[in-house]
Structure formats: structure tokens, C-alpha cells
């Protein structure tokens, strides 16, 4: 469902109102090193998502970057947001 591309998942500490983490898709689908197909995807339907910081301040280039994304996606990310580097 398209919506959901910009639906924000996030987990709160138990019995507290502490966001223990907060990401979109794009930023879910860097991290677990999904096909640069479903990334484009993603981007395609809510072209701002790569410009979108998680609760910690990274943008999805830099979760791709560190956990080792393909080259394809590193500058699929970075044509989508030119500024994150």
C-alpha cells in the first residue's frame, strides 16, 4: 500500500514513552540490505524518504553505507538526495 512508504515504524522502551528507534521503510530497507529494486521502489512512490533523518539523526545513505549496501543503491540514494553528502 503506497501510504505506508511514509508511515514511520517505531519501538518504545517497555513501560516508558522513551522512542527506542524510529525509521521509515527506506531506512528499514538500507539497514537489512534489501534489492536496489525495492529500494527504487520506495523512493519512486515518496521521493523524499532519503531525505528523511531517523530518531538518530541518519539518513538512509549513511544506513546503506554502513551495513554495507551495493554501489547501485549508494548512488540511487544519493541521486534521490544529492545534499547528504
Known sequence: HPAEVKTWISRREHNAEKTRWRILP??????FRSPLALIEALIEIYPDGPQMK????????????????????????LKAFPESC
Not at 26 to 31: E, G, N, R, Y
Not at 54 to 77: E, F, W, Y
Open 54 to 77: 531517523d530518531d538518530q539523526g541518519m539518513l538512509p545513505i549513511h544506513l546503506a553505507c554502513r551495513n554495507g549496501a551495493s554501489k547501485g543503491v549508494v548512488l540511487t540514494l
Open 26 to 31: 527506506v531506512h528499514a530497507t538500507c539497514i
